[in-house]
């Protein structure tokens, strides 16, 4: 049987006494009719693909395809090279891997779709910074992406993940849920804790549009990647703490649903409206970025 609600999710981990990385990768396995083994291989060549694409970030300073961005993670670096973060290390790689990631998107660079290309950072910062900074075994790390895929496959089972239908809170939304349980499951937290992280993290970015500047991903798509990477965790501390998320995840999941549905298709990856038709997007838009323009827009 699929698993479509974290309540079943939450029913099946504790019938069985398994993990939700367990009960995932059972369902995976049928699913694609390969073994467990052969599943979590491709979980692992996920996690390198994900590690490559913040490395050619980190290292990558060319414009991205829509030349609105490509600059913004070379500025953080440096930044974090004369001034330490006001929180910690792990703080500042996730906003540069985040960073690195979306804009290694945008120039069509190789990254990990999670689940889509437009939130491809969040995921990947926060995980690969825990396991860099908390020195995370190989199997824990595969682990930790099961769990996160689990989360997004039953958002995805009610919502589809896409801007254009739920707007940006069904992408980066979605994203940072899967964040803020694989986060909470690194830690070792129980079935109640990791589906809390991921009902707190995502009641509280209802609502957001998608409003892609000149049609790109880049604008605001990049720097939110960094935003919701940290919103992931404050959902995985305060869930950490016993925090309870008063609406329970499925209902939180059926309120995203309705959401996106009310929300007006010009605020859902249209660049009819909201960021798309500021005065300044409008110019970008007209302008096409001519050379002049874009030195002044860079600079
Ligand atoms: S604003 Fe739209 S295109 Fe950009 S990341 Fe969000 S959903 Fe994707």
Redesign the pocket.
Same mark, same amino acid.
């Given at each position: 049987m699929t698993i479509k609600t974290f309540e079943e999710l939450k029913k099946s981990c504790t019938k069985n006494n398994l993990k939700i990385y367990e009960i995932a990768q059972i369902e995976e396995s049928e699913v694609f009719d390969i073994t467990v083994e052969e599943f979590r291989f491709k979980v692992e060549k996920t996690i390198q693909a994900m590690k490559e694409a913040i490395k050619n970030g980190l290292n990558s300073t060319a414009l991205t395809n829509g030349k609105m961005g490509g600059f913004d993670c070379a500025k953080q670096l440096e930044y974090y090279k004369h001034h330490h973060s006001i929180f910690n290390k792990l703080f500042e790689k996730i906003i540069c891997y985040a960073l690195a990631t979306s804009e290694e998107n945008a120039r069509m660079g190789r990254i990990a779709a999670c689940p889509? /290309?437009?939130?491809c950072g969040i995921v990947p910062s926060c995980l690969i910074s825990i396991f860099e900074e908390y020195d995370i075994d190989k199997e824990k790390q595969i682990n930790s992406l099961i769990t996160a895929g689990m989360i997004g496959k039953i958002i995805a089972s009610k919502v589809a993940t896409?801007?254009?239908i739920g707007?940006?809170q /069904?992408?980066?939304g979605t994203a940072s849920a899967m964040a803020a349980s694989a986060a909470a499951y690194l830690f070792d937290s129980d079935i109640d804790t990791i589906i809390n992280a991921a009902a707190l993290s995502l009641k509280n970015i209802l609502g957001?549009?998608?409003?892609?500047v000149r049609g790109f991903?880049?604008v605001?798509?990049i720097k939110?990647?960094p935003f919701l990477a940290v919103h992931a965790l404050v959902a995985f501390e305060m869930a950490q703490a016993g925090i309870i998320s008063i609406i329970p995840a499925d209902e939180v999941v059926d309120a995203m649903e309705q959401t996106g549905a009310l929300m007006s298709s010009a605020l859902?990856?249209s660049s009819q409206a909201g960021l798309a038709k500021t005065k300044t997007a409008i110019i970008m838009e007209k302008a096409c970025f001519t050379k002049k323009y874009y030195s002044e827009f860079k600079d």
């Open positions: 889509t /290309a437009g939130a896409a801007g254009a707007g940006c /069904a992408e980066c957001l549009t998608c409003d892609p991903v880049e605001p798509c939110r990647n859902k990856e």
